[in-house]
């Protein structure tokens, strides 16, 4: 079944808040390889002008997560999460996500495409911190492969 | 800072993958997908093994220009890639993956770093590129 061309431009509400962990960071952090001190070190963040560790840039990815699963848990949507490609990603910052900050998330389908048999959907997470202010948007174009 | 010129080689780094590295990116991101740990199920939807994660692949191939950003990653504004080829991760002999970055633009409001990020000689990200605030 082909993804419903209709959802384009349509929202979700905001995920419920996350709370960015400071180990949580330097997990994310020590996975992606990353040998900053801002990402590792509270007291080297800090001194950079940091409330806290910085998160590497794709950390985003954890927070946009929740919204991605409220696209592909939507039936009206009809995307069939088993025929799912990851074709894209672009993160676009204010600022860097920091430990502390409370953020929730937003997405907005963007975009619906036929291409030789397959959908391309793009959906566009906007994350936001405690205060309301932008923080990150997170867009993905998700392929989903059609039937053979 | 003055002496940058587009074409400029900043960073240039290679990484080398295993599967503990694949385990560790699945739980610290929750991308728990079990292509990505699990030959036998790579193998039943037709792959010959387990792949990386993109978003891991995207994640440290961005790593270079932090380093060479002097750590601050907070002066990435913006980070963008096209998955085009998927990393096969050996079970013994893992994946080396190259990252070279590149000055692609430059501007007033800073520059634009192009990856060129390979495994086994092709491609494995498109147009990956970082738009950096002046390193200065």
Same mark, same amino acid.
Not at chain 1, 1 to 4: A, E, G, L, S
Not at chain 1, 144 to 148: A, F, K, L, M, Q
Not at chain 2, 55 to 64: D, H, K, R, S, Y
């Given at each position: 079944?082909?993804?419903?061309p ?22 994310? /952090? ?10 590792? !070190?509270?007291?080297?963040? %800090? ?11 794709t950390f985003a990815? #954890?927070v946009?997560d929740?919204t991605?699963?409220?696209?592909l848990?939507?039936? !009206?949507?009809a995307i069939?999460f088993?025929?799912? +490609? ?7 910052? *204010? ?8 953020? *929730? =998330?937003?997405?907005?389908?963007t ?9 391309? &959907?793009? =959906?566009? @997470?906007?994350? /936001?911190?405690?205060?309301g =202010?932008h #923080?990150?948007?997170?867009?993905? *174009?998700?392929v989903? %492969?059609?039937?053979? | ?8 080689v900043v960073?240039?780094? *290679?990484?080398?993958l295993t599967? !503990?590295?694949?385990v %560790?990116?699945?739980?610290a ?14 193998? @039943?939807? $037709?792959l010959d ?12 191939? #961005?790593?270079?220009? &932090?380093?060479?950003? $002097? $750590? ?8 963008q ?17 190259? +990252?070279?970055a590149? #000055? $692609?633009?430059?501007? !007033? ?12 000689? /092709?491609?494995?990200?498109?147009k990956?590129?970082?738009?950096? /605030?002046?390193?200065?």
């Open positions: 079944m082909p993804v419903n209709d959802i384009q431009g349509r929202s979700y509400p905001a995920t419920a808040p996350y709370l960015v962990g400071r180990e949580k960071v330097r997990e994310f /952090a020590r996975a992606v390889l990353s040998t900053s001190p801002l990402n590792l !070190d509270p007291e080297a963040a %800090r001194a950079a002008g940091y409330p806290d560790v910085v998160a590497p840039p990815t #954890v946009q929740a991605l699963q409220q696209l848990a939507d039936p !009206d949507a069939d088993t025929r799912v +490609v990851h074709g894209d990603q672009r993160f676009t910052f *204010t600022r860097p996500i920091v430990a502390g900050d409370e953020l *929730t =998330a937003t997405l907005t389908v975009s619906v495409k036929s291409l030789g048999g397959h959908s391309l &959907v793009t =959906a566009e @997470s906007s994350i /936001a911190d405690g205060t =202010a #923080v990150v948007t997170a867009t993905s *174009t998700l989903v %492969r059609g039937e053979e | 800072m003055s002496a940058l010129e587009v074409g400029d960073a240039e780094k *290679t990484y080398a599967r !503990d590295s694949l %560790r990116y699945a739980g991101s929750g991308d728990f997908n079990p292509i990505h740990y699990r030959d036998d199920f790579a193998q @039943s939807v $037709g093994g387990v792949l990386a994660h993109g978003m891991l692949t995207m994640g440290f191939a #961005v790593q270079p220009v &932090v380093e060479w950003l $002097g $750590g601050d990653s907070g002066k990435v504004l913006d980070y890639s096209k998955f085009t080829r998927p990393v096969p991760v050996d079970a013994a002999a893992g994946a080396e993956v190259v +990252v070279v590149k #000055v $692609g633009a430059i501007d !007033d409001d800073g520059l634009r770093i192009d990856l060129t990020v390979t495994f086994d000689g /092709a491609t494995v990200l498109g990956a590129q970082v738009r950096v /605030a002046s390193p200065a």
